[in-house]
């Protein structure tokens, strides 16, 4: 169980139920059915629009024959991964030092900063001015750019 949690960390319980029910060829509705469970909660869950609570998980790994803990297991590392999210979307680079042009592809208010640093860090130091390389060593440190770039050195050699 360890190692699949660690894959799907992150991940909203209700991806995992789904893919879980399909493999199994069960149907939502009548599984929750046959948990004493209304349809349209499992639909929530299974779509993400609603968590996962602790006596729902019980009654689905226990049909299910799952490990007891591992949906809310799910459910809290889904819960960080948001919380984190929230906590990180008001932090960015001074938007003034970067082109909107670097980011052609994109609208810049729409980019998570920390979840695709590597992608940043690679296009700025790829296409950037100094004052933008500048930015964006102030903005993740240099260890984590020069890490990075590190990175993509290594893979561009080994292949």
Not at 3 to 25: A, Q, T
Not at 49 to 61: C, F, G, P, S, V
Not at 104 to 114: A, G, R, S, V, Y
Not at 138 to 143: L, T, V
């Amino acid at each position: 169980m360890q190692e699949d949690i660690s894959i799907l960390k992150g991940l909203h319980p209700g991806i995992v139920l789904e893919r879980e029910l399909k493999k199994r060829k069960l149907a939502k509705g009548s599984f929750a059915l046959s948990i004493n469970e209304f349809p349209q909660t499992l639909g929530a869950i299974a779509k993400g629009k609603r968590n996962m609570n602790t006596a729902l998980a019980l009654k689905i790994e226990h049909a299910l024959g799952i490990e007891e803990g591992y949906f809310m297991i799910l459910q809290v590392f889904y819960e960080i991964k948001e919380e984190k999210r929230k906590q990180y979307s008001n932090q960015h680079p001074d938007l003034s030092k970067l082109r909107a042009i670097l980011f052609w592809d994109t609208k810049m208010e729409k980019i998570d900063w920390q979840q695709q640093k590597r992608a940043v860090i690679q296009r700025v130091f790829e296409r950037g001015n100094d004052q933008e390389k500048e930015e964006v060593n102030r903005f993740y440190g240099k260890a984590a750019v020069n890490q990075v770039l590190k990175n993509k050195t290594q893979k561009k050699d080994a292949s």
